[in-house]
């Protein structure tokens, strides 16, 4: 019997794949890897490079493409893609549902499985504890490749369908980016009325925005629909005034674009045009 992992090929070698094929090798996968910009594999100590992309996905039964975004990463794959039949490829480079629903019915035409992934996490983070990756697919194939996918960092496999990796990928950066314009307006205001922004921030906005957040996430609902209880009414004048004002100070007007969304929730709830 023998302990070896299984190797794994990885194409694309930026700051994430070079994280990614980084931590299998850490985790013991002999990795193969390519990229465009060939030199990059010698970052990544132990790692054996590949000249083409054919070699990279015939040196394993498992391919993982991490790339800058769906169309390069099909411009780099679908060449390539005859050597794939057998095989498993699993695609973590950020794109959308339906670009992952395209993705698996070319790569299963090419008789392979097809997996799609959402990493949350910096590349920093891959391999620890704390980061965590989506996946959509098949559940079979998801286990036949689980153990080897967990160097990576927490596996969540979240169904057949892998559009939904990519959603819920792009559903906690709404949610991540939605905190980072509140913050951001926020700060600008202060400064506008003479504030010291980075007492403020450190001292008051940040354990706000922590106790607030499972407030208005645990308010949230997909319809929009918004509580009696909160009194949209008022609501909706006290965001009129908050954006009057942040006009009148001179704060920039596209930092008030979240502002806009609860405006229109609480208005169209009290029955305002
Ligand atoms: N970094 C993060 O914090 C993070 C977090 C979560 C998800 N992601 C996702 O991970 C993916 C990769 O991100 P990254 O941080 O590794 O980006 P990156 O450092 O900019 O690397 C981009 C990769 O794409 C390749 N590439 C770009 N244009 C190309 C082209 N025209 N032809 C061939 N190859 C090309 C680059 O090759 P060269 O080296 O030759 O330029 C490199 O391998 C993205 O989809 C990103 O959204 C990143």
New binding site residues.
Partial sequence: MTNAKPPVSVI??????RALAGALLSAGHPTTAW???AE?ADQVAGARRATTVEEAIAGSELTIV????DS?AR??VEPAAGALDGRVLVN???GSPIGARDWEERIVAHGAAYLDGG?I???EAIGSAEAFIFYGGEEGVFRRVESTLTALGRPIWLGDDVGLAPGYDMALLSGMYGLYAGAQHAVALVASVGGDASAFTRELLVPWMESMVPFAAGAANPEGYVPDSFNPAMQAVSLTNLLEASDVQGVRQDLTGHLHVSLNLMRRAAGVA
């Fill in positions: 694309g070698l930026g700051a994430m794949g990229n465009r910009t990059k991490c790339l800058l975004d390069v411009d780099i973590l480079t950020s990493i996490a910096m590349p």
